[in-house]
């Protein structure tokens, strides 16, 4: 089943506002990714993770590999509209053949 | 540059009909995903097929196969259609199904609706 454990499950926030969310696990990754996904659409991957305690922006979304790489976190500053959606963390355990695991999202509404 | 492409886009179905969901990727892509999205549940993985030939169970398999008919393309069947598959599948493919290159790329997803 499910290993990710993804918070908060929604959020409701003011435009401008920043916005965190995280993912933790009681196994290893070694790989971290982060999706949005849009109404009606599939997730669009955003930011991708290879090595603890790895530290990457893309625009005003940062995420980070955790240390002890049970965990990442993705923030995102000065919200916006069109951040609204879906963000799902996805790994991949250090361990076994098995592929990517899905967290069970975050659903994010910004207030205009 | 269409990348993950799912037909159809939305079905409805009565139940104990059949379909198949169709899935092409142009990327070159090795691996490939079905995964199901219900609300709260999050994307959990029916099926998989790491590479060319190969097919796998993932989380939720049961009332479900799939064909991977070639590096392109991978199908998911639903034999006897129950309203507990009432969802929106998603397609997906990535380079290989570990370390670099494991960034999955989604479909559009198709809105299945079992009555």
């Known amino acids: 089943g499910q290993q990710l454990n993804q918070s908060p499950q929604s959020m409701f926030i003011q435009e401008g506002e920043d916005v965190s969310m995280n993912c933790t696990s009681s196994s290893i990754f070694n790989t971290w990714l982060w999706y949005k996904q849009d109404p009606g659409e599939g997730p669009v991957l955003l930011i991708a993770l290879y090595k603890a305690g790895e530290l990457t922006s893309n625009g005003r979304l940062t995420a980070q590999f955790g240390i002890t790489r049970k965990d990442s976190f993705l923030n995102i500053s000065a919200s916006i509209p069109s951040d609204v959606g879906i963000y799902f963390c996805?790994?991949?355990?250090?361990?076994?053949?098995?592929?990517?695991?899905f967290g069970k999202g975050t659903r994010l509404s910004v207030i205009a | 540059n269409a990348g993950v492409t799912q037909t159809p886009k939305f079905q409805v179905l009565k139940t104990g009909q059949s379909m198949t969901l169709q899935c092409a990727q142009d990327?070159?892509?090795?691996?490939m995903y079905w995964y199901r999205q219900d609300p709260g549940m999050g994307l959990r993985l029916i099926y998989y097929?790491?590479?060319?030939?190969?097919?796998d169970k993932g989380e939720v398999p049961n009332g479900y196969n799939v064909s991977r008919l070639n590096k392109r393309e991978f199908s998911l069947r639903l034999e006897s259609a129950a309203p507990s598959q009432t969802s929106v599948y998603f397609c997906?493919?990535?380079?290989?199904?570990?370390?670099?290159?494991?960034?999955?790329?989604f479909g559009q997803g198709t809105r299945l609706t079992v009555v």
């Open positions: 997906a493919s990535s380079e290989r199904l570990r370390n670099l290159g494991t960034e999955a790329f």
């Open positions: 990327m070159n892509h090795n691996s």
């Open positions: 996805a790994g991949l355990t250090a361990s076994g053949n098995t592929p990517l695991v």
């Open positions: 097929s790491a590479s060319e030939g190969t097919t």
